[in-house]
Nanobody, 127 residues
Framework: QVHLVESGGGSVQPGGSLTLSCAAS????????LGWFRQAPGKEREGVAA????????YLADSVQGRFTISADYANNTLYLQMTTLKPEDTATYYC????????????????????WGQGTQVTVSS
């Protein structure tokens, strides 16, 4: 059974940094795609970053390019999202999700490409 548990959320001032973690179990970690999504109050959920666990290739949304980094720890089956230079508009609940294929384009950020989701962790960026 696929199980995803996010952690690392919290409150931070604009310009600050946070690293989110997603502990994964119940599937072969190296053969899938994992992604980070976020949903702000009153808005639709949007894709932030995705990574192919097979090749290590990553794709990030334009809004977070140069500020966020997605990575995976294969020894511990854990996905990370390093977030720097945080902005108030980054405030959202962040979710990790498992998908079956990776594309080096925006398709990797489509919700429809993912089939299992974590419960989310809240990130608040405010002064």
């Amino acid at each position: 059974q696929v199980h995803l548990v996010e952690s690392g959320g919290g409150s931070v001032q604009p310009g600050g940094s946070l690293t989110l973690s997603c502990a994964a179990s119940g599937f072969n970690f190296r053969t899938y795609c994992l992604g980070w999504f976020r949903q702000a109050p009153g808005k639709e959920r949007e894709g932030v970053a995705a990574i192919s666990l097979y090749t290590g290739q990553a794709y990030l949304a334009d809004s977070v390019q140069g500020r966020f980094t997605i990575s995976a720890d294969y020894a511990n089956n854990t996905l990370y999202l390093q977030m720097t230079t945080l902005k108030p508009e980054d405030t959202a609940t962040y979710y990790c999700a498992v998908g079956t294929s990776f594309s080096n384009d925006e398709r990797s950020l489509w919700e429809s490409e993912y089939h299992h989701w974590g419960q989310g962790t809240q990130v608040t960026v405010s002064s």
